[in-house]
């Protein structure tokens, strides 16, 4: 198999120049290496699928320029001179935007491909399944029955978020950007109430969807959703924030945010930001909890998948147009 | 005694027309009606001190028209036919604006003349010093040796705050409307550094005060203070909210939030609001916690006092321009 590999050459996606506003092409490149042999103790990945996120997004105001982008890919073993993994093996690895990894194994998570599909690995039983399970569960802190609205709720964590309140007998309510998204929260997720925020009153809908208020509102947003959500919230709401895409591009004249903050006071909400790395103790119920989710169909999941390692500046570039329906992957 | 109340009449102060944006005389009437006798399980209280707090800006957004204005009091039992009472005891009182109080004893606190001043129940020892007490510590989190910003610092509730964090050998930052309070928050009550919000820039000024950030900032005001603040927070930081002075009064334009929430997730920052309530538990630990701090003079505290019913709405008016120093009462 090494042999394999000598004189081999290897594509990766590197930070270039830091985005005003909107990330563009010419904020990435894209550089061909040699791709070198492992060392003792080494292992080389072939990633099979990339993930690009809005949280990237965030990572771009500091990331030093000229490295390889971040961000999670799964790949297959293809030679290791490191006794934890052999050939074949299937690894979650965080070493960004690439074609192969050089790995000494640390940070590597080994998954199953006959739990659940490779590419969910990347999405619903992967870092934004784990996003939405402990921002929902735990910074949110859902109880049976309450009523809960998501926004960005056709996207790899908001999709998630509505179908596990619906396994808690929640009342979920969703926006999305498209009447073709709305139509799917409701017809293919089993959600209880969609609307389009572009063309939707937001206060309006979450009046008819929640008539006695909303207990938790997941933001994936900001903007005038959050603040038809401050208005709509009941007494004691939670607002885990796990995005806001709508303010991550601000350059220079930033949004302000919501005109009735006061609301915080008057309804004593919680709103609280959080990471996905927070929950990683509790990795093991979510995967066992989401397997069985996905197996039963009470949680269902949609990809876009772009094509190529060339692809993902665009892949990345288009999630804050909305180009994405459910996770978006970038496919090797 | 009982004579005395005989063709005797009393004041009290009721609400009358609710405000569009800052609160004015024409908002309250005085109200001058025959003070009736105590039936069987009555009492009959003469109040002393009232108090005025800006949360009552907030409750005149829903209260009937025409009912006496709520707010605590601090008076004196002066005709009891409640077994539970009796002449001369001193009690806190929710009954709202008025010289006198009938009632059946419910809801009534007994306090000790002897352990602090009698002022002081309305303020330090009363509402104002476990708002800040339960505010910092278990809203806040606030942990021994963090950075605390308090804004409104020269308020009933600022001063607290600030001072129990410098019993916690916390670094401390407080801000004020004049040169004369921001004087007073580092010379008196032993903050490490104040500024003046109206003329300073309060991230100049939260940036010398604590270098490496801050931790917890106990919110009164909103506005640019606030946008302040979420720049300045350390990662994990808690923000207790208590008040947003600034857009209580806002009408039809409100003022719009921080154009900088997306701190929020970058930081993963708590943002909470709470209401005193919420700590009832806490009252006994609190009050010996107080008692001993005033008389080590740990905490010091400054009181307002207007004079005689008929200024309480002034007083309460006043709040908003800043013209109180410490804890604003009304003596009858």
């Known amino acids: ?3 394999l590999l000598i004189m081999s050459t290897t594509k990766s996606i590197h930070f270039v120049q830091r985005p005003e506003g909107n990330p563009t092409p010419d904020n990435f490149e894209l550089i061909e290496s040699d791709l070198p042999e492992p060392k003792d ?3 080389v990945i072939k990633n099979l699928y990339m993930s690009v996120d809005p949280y990237m997004r965030g990572v771009m105001r500091f990331a030093p320029l000229g490295a390889r982008m971040i961000g999670g890919a799964l790949g297959q073993v293809i030679a290791s001179k490191n006794p934890d ?4 093996d299937h690894v979650l690895n965080s070493a960004g935007w690439g074609e192969h990894v050089i790995s000494n194994g640390e940070g590597l998570t080994k998954v199953d491909p006959d739990l659940a599909p490779l ?3 990347l999405g619903v039983m992967g870092m934004p399944g784990l996003t939405a399970y402990g921002g929902l569960l735990v910074t949110g802190a859902l109880k049976d029955g309450e009523s809960v609205f998501v926004s960005a709720a056709s996207g790899a964590v908001g999709s998630v ?4 309140a619906k396994t808690k007998g929640c009342t979920v309510i969703g926006s999305a950007g498209s009447d073709e998204k709305v139509r799917q929260l409701t017809e293919e997720y089993g959600f209880d109430h969609g609307f389009n925020y572009k063309s939707a009153n937001a206060l309006e809908e979450l009046r008819k969807g929640a008539p006695d208020g909303i207990d938790v509102y997941f933001e994936n947003v900001g903007g005038p959703q959050l603040e038809a ?3 709509h919230m009941k007494t004691d709401g939670r607002i885990p924030v796990c995005g806001m895409i709508a303010h991550y591009n601000d350059h220079g004249t930033a949004s ?3 005109v009735n903050l006061t609301e915080i006071i008057y309804k004593r909400i919680m709103i609280k930001g959080f990471v996905v790395t927070e929950f990683e103790n509790l990795r093991e119920a979510f995967l066992k909890d989401m397997a069985g989710w996905i197996a039963s169909g009470a949680v269902k999941y949609s990809e876009t998948i772009y094509d190529g390692i060339e692809s993902a500046p665009n892949a990345f570039i288009d999630l804050f147009s909305g180009a994405n329906n459910g996770k978006m992957l970038v496919k090797l």
């Open 85 to 88: 993994f052999k050939e074949g």
């Open 119 to 121: 590419s969910t690995y």
């Open 1 to 3: 198999m090494a042999t």
């Open 256 to 258: 302000p945010g919501p």
């Open 229 to 231: 959500a401050l208005t």
């Open 41 to 43: 103790g080494e292992l």
């Open 161 to 164: 978020v509505g179908q596990i």
